[in-house]
């Protein structure tokens, strides 16, 4: 280890190990630096406009710059300058005690990572030192490359652009006496979903405003300016208005620029001290002054003006990340870590402050390090309808729990971007009524409502993953042709939840009117590749896609979900009116099974349909009916959960948090698929067959979509895609000759 000190005789604690520089005494530390400025109680300081607090701030800030560097620089990799732009406001949320904080930026990773370690909420996962920070930063089991469920203290997980916004809004409906401020890079501002998102939310919930967003206005994207970088700051100002936020607070560093920087951004780490320290004390009063407002109801946004990079490797685009040539040992990243190295005594006081604020470390205070309480549900009020019987609505029927659902659990909320009565869920409406400022019975619309309906698909999935992630239960409604804009931030939660470390209920969607029942629209409306994505996302091990056949088993598929943790659990149906085909015993061996037998004929040679789907289980009954007088044998098996039908070793199930280690037996697979020829039939896409045809001994062949077209029928729009009747029996009967 390379040390470099002025101070001598001094032991260096165990969480000081791996520091590479540590710098000269700086100035009026023994002024200002005696004690720190965050009371031990109260978990905060006395006063924004302290000295000392404004002081060590500022070490703060600079602190987090160094171990941003030095951990990215471990590894020639990763993203220091984003996080280092606006190291100030991290600084001063944390003084403030303020440690419920999400991004919207998974570039920020390591700086999130070093407040982490400061506040020793690494602890948890076996990180004491700075060398353990290093060694366990981009490694397996350690600090991902962006944040994850899986890091202490951190309380959501941020990768893609446009999901940041949504975990800070669930968290505050949650938790409405908390701030949960977000950093937003202004890279990212141009993604279209960040301030619709923040638009209807605040419509919807106009008295939820203790969500803050941090606009981090470096005038850079990944490779290049950013698309708002030309925009003046009245500009910038009027923009956040007009989007209906009342208070904007905006400190550019600019304003306290004494070295001349060209251009309209510039790098605060270069000032003099002096105006360091008041550049620092305008961010944390603007902090303090954004906070009071977001907490007393007013829509608020933090902008912080400073150029991309202050304080690192280097500055603009190119600090975005770190390439192979940027190693510790290269001279740049050198000498950056001794521009920002602190003295021991400093890293201690920065060390107590984080430790004391918020109340301790953010591994043991964060809303999301505790299980939130949930009210019983009891029974559901299940409703068995006869085999045979008149055809029923699945989605009605699974829309009548819902709704018992919401009453019990007023925290509950469901979500839909095309309307649930195009769903025939209406009566969800009927009793939780659409979120609305204008009430109208009509349209069972009220401020109060439970159901949220944005005309966005990633909007509906935000809220809704983000209530899950947070604690509280949610349902995602979707039309299954639109749900793709909703599914990236589905799977960033499911992805997560399988490695949080607290259990939270499963995230729930509905895909309904899928593309057999939407042939009318034609292939805008017809969308397989989804049921590809959720097949692909099976083998994560804690993904369910459920597959019941008629309005008595989504009975049960929803009343199971329920009962789970932290899984991501997908029920496709139809809206239309189809036969009930099962009981609700059949129902629940065909979920615990993942398929239950629907018709068998035996005798002779023996045709197994292995079926994914309501809709097209009309074809195959009537390819059983053609068989049959063609004196060949028959088993229809409606698939309810294709995830069980896997084998252990197929999927992750083992390193999931509640892991599932339910799995089809042998001998059950047998029983419900063995014969002497195999078809899978679905609707969708042919991924979904995959655990079946893995294990299948037979000869086999499968019947899956093709394409979208106009047509006037279901059963018109199968035809073109060869999902028919004679089709089906044609095969059959060659496959068994």
């Known amino acids: 280890m390379s040390v470099e000190k002025s101070q001598t005789n ?48 500022l070490l703060l800030a600079d602190a987090l710059r160094y171990l941003t560097l030095q951990i990215t620089g471990s590894k020639a990799s990763g993203h220091p300058g984003g996080f280092a732009s606006q190291a100030e406001v991290y600084a001063a949320l944390v003084m403030l005690g303020h440690k419920n904080i999400l991004t919207e930026v998974g570039h920020h990773a390591p700086g999130f990572y070093s407040a982490m370690f400061l506040d020793r909420s690494l602890e948890d996962m076996g990180i004491y030192t700075v060398q353990q920070l290093c060694d366990r930063f981009r490694e397996c089991h350690g600090l991902l490359g962006h944040l994850s469920g899986y890091i202490p203290g951190i309380l959501a997980p941020a990768g893609p652009l446009g999901q940041g916004q949504h975990f800070a809004m669930a968290a505050a409906l949650l938790h409405k006496d908390k701030l949960f401020p977000f950093t937003l890079g202004d890279g ?27 606009l981090v206005w470096n005038g850079y994207s990944q490779e290049h300016h950013s698309m708002v970088s030309f925009k003046t700051n009245e500009e910038m100002t009027a923009y956040w208005q ?8 905006l400190i550019n560093a600019k304003n306290f620029d004494d070295k001349n920087q060209a251009g309209e951004y510039v790098n605060s780490t270069v000032f003099s001290f002096r105006k360091r320290l008041e550049f620092t004390a ?28 202050a304080g690192v490797h280097t500055i603009g685009a190119k600090s975005h990340n770190l390439y192979p040539k940027d190693t510790l040992n290269s001279p740049h990243i050198i000498n950056s ?37 949930l009210p019983e549900l009891g029974e559901l009020p299940l409703e068995e309808y006869s085999i045979c019987g008149e055809p029923k609505v699945s989605t009605a029927a699974m829309g009548n729990l819902v709704s018992k659902v919401g009453k019990l659990d007023r925290n509950f909320v469901v979500t839909n971007a095309d309307g649930n009565a195009a769903s025939g869920l209406n009566n969800i409406n009927q009793t939780l009524k659409i979120i609305h400022p204008t009430i109208d019975d009509l349209y069972h619309q009220e401020p ?38 909703g599914l990236p931030i589905w799977q960033t939660v499911t992805q997560a939840m399988a490695e949080l470390r607290r259990s939270t209920p499963s995230t729930i969607a509905l895909f309904t009117a899928g593309a057999l029942e939407q042939g009318r629209n034609g292939w805008t409306h017809q969308r397989p590749e989804i049921e590809a994505y959720c097949a692909a996302m099976m083998r994560n091990g804690n993904v369910f896609p459920l597959f019941p056949p008629d309005a008595n088993s989504i009975q049960i598929c929803y009343e199971w979900a329920l009962t789970t943790k932290n899984k ?42 292995a079926v994914i789907g309501d809709m097209v289980l009309k074809p195959v009954f009537e390819a059983a009916s053609l068989l049959e007088r063609e004196g060949i044998a028959v088993k229809i098996v409606s698939v309810i959960n294709p995830r069980y039908l896997y084998r252990p070793g197929d ?42 045809m893995l294990r299948n001994n037979c000869r086999w062949d499968v019947f899956a979509w093709k394409r979208g077209e106009t047509t006037a029928s279901d059963s018109e729009l199968m035809a073109c895609n060869g999902l028919n009747a004679t089709a089906l029996a044609k095969r059959a009967i060659e496959l068994v000759h």
């Open 337 to 373: 870590l001794k521009q920002r190295s602190l003295p021991i005594e400093a890293w201690q006081l920065v060390r107590t402050n984080c430790e004391y604020a918020g109340g301790g470390a953010a591994a043991k205070t964060v809303v999301t390090e505790f299980e939130l309480h």
């Open 242 to 249: 007009a989007s209906g936020f009342e208070e904007v607070v």
């Open 448 to 485: 109060n409502g439970q159901v949220y309906e944005p005309l966005s698909e990633d909007a509906c999935a935000g809220l809704a993953t983000g209530l899950s992630l947070m604690g509280a239960r949610s349902l995602w409604c979707s039309y299954e042709s639109f749900a793709i804009n």
């Open 10 to 57: 001094i032991i260096i604690p165990n969480f000081y190990e791996g520091i590479r520089y540590f710098g000269e005494t700086l100035p009026d530390f023994d002024k200002y630096g005696v004690k720190a400025a965050i009371d031990r109680i109260t978990g905060t300081i006395t006063s924004p406009t302290d000295p000392a607090a404004i002081y060590q701030t």
């Open 568 to 609: 991501g659990i997908i029920i496709t149906a139809s809206k239309s009116p189809l036969p009930v085909r099962t009981t609700f015993e059949m129902a629940r061996q065909g979920l615990k099974n993942g398929g239950v037998i629907l018709k068998e004929v035996v005798g002779g040679k023996q045709v197994v349909f």
């Open 188 to 214: 990212g501002l141009g993604e279209p979903y960040v301030m619709s998102g923040m638009m209807h939310f605040n419509t919807a919930y106009p008295h939820t405003t203790n969500f803050l967003p941090v």
């Open 651 to 692: 999927v992750a199930w083992d390193s999931c948090s509640e892991s599932e280690a339910n799995f089809t037996s042998d001998n059950k697979f047998a029983e419900l698929f063995a014969g002497d020829a195999l078809i899978g039939v679905t609707g969708g896409a042919l991924g979904m067959l995959e655990p079946i």
């Open 282 to 309: 305008a961010v944390l009063k603007g902090i303090d002054k954004a906070a009071r407002s977001a907490l007393g109801g007013k829509l608020t946004i933090f902008i912080i003006k400073q150029l991309k990079g």
